[in-house]
């Protein structure tokens, strides 16, 4: 298993990081780097050979329309979202093809179809595991993902079930709908070493691929075969079975766009990418020796992927304790300087989606320089009371 602590990844030096009006931001603040988001999407694209068109990533990272933007600008035009307000966000942004990827039902289907309805020159699909959900959008013009489990256990029809897999795509045809395609989430390679993780996530595929023929030798032939979030790219991408196929194999990473703790450790680092948002925070105590304390409690940095929380930049030997809301302590080794209260550090959040979902605006910094204030965009959740 991935050990984080123990990762080879490190930022050693603040340097191209800080600004010269840090001073002056309240904290803790969410920093946003153009540049380096830009520099962070034309790598990925350079990993998938130059075709922007295999990706299809997962805005519940990007959350700012400005980003979606900056993605759409290098030709990424097909995105999964969860929300509403990512969905909104997205339209807004300029996507041509946009993925629900989420089981939505009841008001939140009706909100869905509203939003459909409105856009009329994009195409949109969402994801199903049941005739339940597939009774939702009988007539409806939305395309039908089957959603399959490969082990994570979320959602999803399991792999191992043949028969219930050609029932359910049977039945979405058999509405009238349109079967465009398979969605296979393997998230949960992402705490395995990597020669581990393809072994794994292989065997996966090749239990994927058996689907697929199964589906086509029943008639059923689908454009799309979208695998692997961030862990499991590397894996996808060294399955040579999903090449030359009748079907767009497409990968879904979101994360890659600001490259957090957690993504740079589980990926290649010839991959070239950086990180693209950090959160600046003041050390406002220093309640014991080896103790300092920062206003960067799990409201700002999200703690749901565990302890530490992130990691300090420039400061390789600082540990990040356990937060509480408001405050994260700070160990550092004995002998080693000090901070001083009202320093500020810069820390690389480990799970970075839910980070920058804490924050209303984010501070954009290009060049040495605070650039502006961008609204977090997709921040939280649209609400609608439906009569």
Avoid at 187 to 200: N, S
Wanted: one cysteine or more.
């Amino acid at each position: 298993m991935i050990d984080l602590k123990q990762s080879n990844y490190t930022i050693e030096s603040e340097e191209g990081y800080r600004f010269a009006e840090a001073e002056s931001i309240t904290t803790p603040a969410l920093l946003v780097y153009p540049e380096i988001v830009d520099a962070n999407i034309s790598a990925m694209i350079r990993i998938l050979g130059g075709d922007s068109g295999r990706w299809r990533p997962h805005i519940k990272t990007s959350k700012l329309e400005l980003v979606m933007r900056r993605l759409v600008e290098h030709g990424v035009v097909n995105f999964k979202c969860a929300t509403t307000l990512e969905l909104i966000t997205a339209c807004s942004a300029g996507a041509r093809d946009i993925l629900i990827a989420y089981p939505v039902v009841g008001a939140n289907a009706r909100r869905v179809g509203e939003i459909v309805t409105e856009h009329p020159d994009i195409r949109f699909s969402v994801l199903v595991e049941n005739t339940e959900q597939a009774d939702v959008w009988k007539g409806c013009h939305i395309g039908i993902f089957i959603d399959i489990n490969p082990g994570m256990n979320r959602t999803g029809i399991e792999q191992s079930n043949d028969r219930e897999i050609l029932a359910l795509a049977n039945y979405v045809t058999g509405l009238g709908l349109s079967l465009v395609g398979l969605h296979y989430y393997d998230g949960h390679t992402g705490g395995i070493e990597l020669a581990e993780r393809d072994t794994v996530a292989h065997a996966g595929y090749d239990r994927l691929m058996e689907i697929v023929s199964l589906l086509e030798a029943a008639g059923h032939h689908f454009p799309e075969l979208i695998t692997a979030g961030t862990p499991s790219l590397p894996c996808a991408l060294s399955y040579a079975p999903f090449r030359g196929k009748a079907f767009v194999h497409r990968v879904s990473p979101g994360t890659i766009v600001y490259s957090d703790y957690t993504s740079l450790a589980q990926l290649p680092r010839e991959y070239g990418l950086r990180p693209a948002a950090l959160v600046l925070s003041t050390i406002v105590s220093h309640p014991k020796d080896s103790i300092f304390t920062c206003d960067a409690g799990h409201k700002a940095v999200s703690a749901d992927a565990g302890v530490p929380t992130c990691a300090v930049v420039g400061h390789t030997d600082w540990n990040p304790l356990k937060p509480s809301e408001e405050h994260l302590p700070i160990e550092i080794p004995a002998g080693a300087a000090p901070p001083g209260i009202g320093d500020l550090v810069y820390l690389l959040p480990r799970h970075v989606c839910p980070t920058v979902n804490n924050f209303n605006d984010a501070v954009l910094v290009a060049n040495g320089h605070l650039k502006e204030l961008a609204k977090v965009t997709a921040r939280g959740r649209e609400q609608r009371i439906w009569k």
